[in-house]
């Protein structure tokens, strides 16, 4: 099988991707109700308790919600670094010890037969980090919910085979939007949220010919469209000479309310 994964769902109303090796398989985020996270498993065949561990990538209840509840239910092993542990302790609720595990950022761990690496992001949370994950020869790579795309993150992400990226909100209708300005400065900032034309430019110099699809995520639903938002990184891409037809890539959507299919990754 290699490696596989779908994003059950990505937005500001809730985030949660399942990623999946041969042995064993790891839910990143839980920002939905449990219920509603055990509905889009199901729609692409995960039971609760096929689950290995649940992953985080910042106390943000987007991405928290129903994690308390689903690590419970299932006993699950919880990873987070420590700072993020402190901020989200008291929002999901009482989680055995036994089931609190650190993963420092810039760490690396295996489970089975998958390899999981945390690398730092730019975010107003308390440690915010990013995922990349790998098995059988393959790479996948998570970024969201970051303000900018850094050298270090660059360097992070690349050689990726497939890339989940953030492409929150076009600039001018955030810009043009009904948001108080603190809002507004705050997700056009430096630990706000990334932008088509900054997740244009990011793959610009990102993009070679091992990475074969891209996933835009953590949509707007305010602020962006998703066609909008592939025809701006499309053409900033193209106006930087970046003619990816020439290695089959493409770039695909995410959902605020539905999975994505599985996409499997293979050498």
Known sequence: MGLRFTVLASGSTGNATVVSSDEATVLIDAGLSMRKIE???KEREVAGDQLDAILVTHEHSDHIKGLGAI?????????ANEKTWGAMLRTVGEIPEAQRRILPTDGVM?????????????HDAAEPVGYCFYADGVKLSLATDLGYVSDKVM???????VLVLESNHDINMLRMGRYPWNIKRRIL??????SNEAAGDALC???????RRV???HLSQEHN???????????IMQDNGVFYQKHEFELRDTYHDRPTLWDVLKV
């Open 225 to 235: 469209l998703m066609d909008l938002a592939k025809l701006t990184v499309n053409t």
């Open 110 to 122: 295996e489970i089975a037969d998958l390899r999981v690496e945390s690398y730092a992001i730019s």
């Open 189 to 194: 900032g430096d630990t706000g949220h990334l």
């Open 215 to 217: 996933y835009l995520a």
């Open 155 to 161: 360097r992070q992400l690349q050689n990726s085979d």
């Open 39 to 41: 509905e889009l498993m």
């Open 205 to 211: 110099a990102l993009l070679s010919g091992s990475t």
């Open 71 to 79: 690590a419970r239910k299932y006993e699950l092993p919880v990873y």
